[in-house]
């Protein structure tokens, strides 16, 4: 009997053993403000990652060193915008025409948003412009 006890015991000992590892799953709902939330970083991201695109496409790179805009300060300064800024930045590329007659229009909207922020005194780009810090 005591070898028939034994064995049950490390039997226990065993299933116990296994089943302390165990958790349990827990399904909950989540909420919409968390989803939403995700996808809206998920989308904002992804408008980063197309502006730097077109930021890094030849014609645009040549037309903003002509102007004489730093590239590594530009990339420097598209990664600070916000979200909601990147977002507009955004829009407004992908409403721009395709021919080159309105990527100036987008090199002199970043110029000008490089200019504020240096007047602004968050970064110096330009060496013409005084902060008003």
Do not use: C, Y
Not at 32 to 53: G, N, P
Not at 67 to 92: F, H, N, P, T, Y
Not at 96 to 103: E, F, V
Request: neutral net charge.
């Amino acid at each position: 009997m005591t070898r028939t006890k034994k064995l049950l015991a490390w039997t226990v000992a065993m299933a116990m053993s296994h089943t302390a590892g165990l958790q349990a799953a827990q399904a909950a709902m989540i909420a919409t403000d968390s989803v939403a939330t995700h996808s809206s970083l998920t989308q904002v991201e992804a408008r980063r990652a197309q502006v730097l695109a077109t930021l890094n496409r030849a014609d645009v790179a040549e037309a903003l060193v002509a102007k004489g805009v730093d590239m590594d300060a530009a990339r420097a300064r598209i990664a600070s915008l916000s979200d909601q800024e990147v977002v507009a930045l955004a829009d407004q590329l992908d409403r721009a025409p395709a021919g080159a007659a309105d990527i100036l229009g987008t090199i002199v909207f970043i110029f000008v948003l490089l200019l504020v922020t240096d007047i602004l005194g968050f970064t110096k780009v330009f060496p013409f412009t005084r902060s008003i810090r």
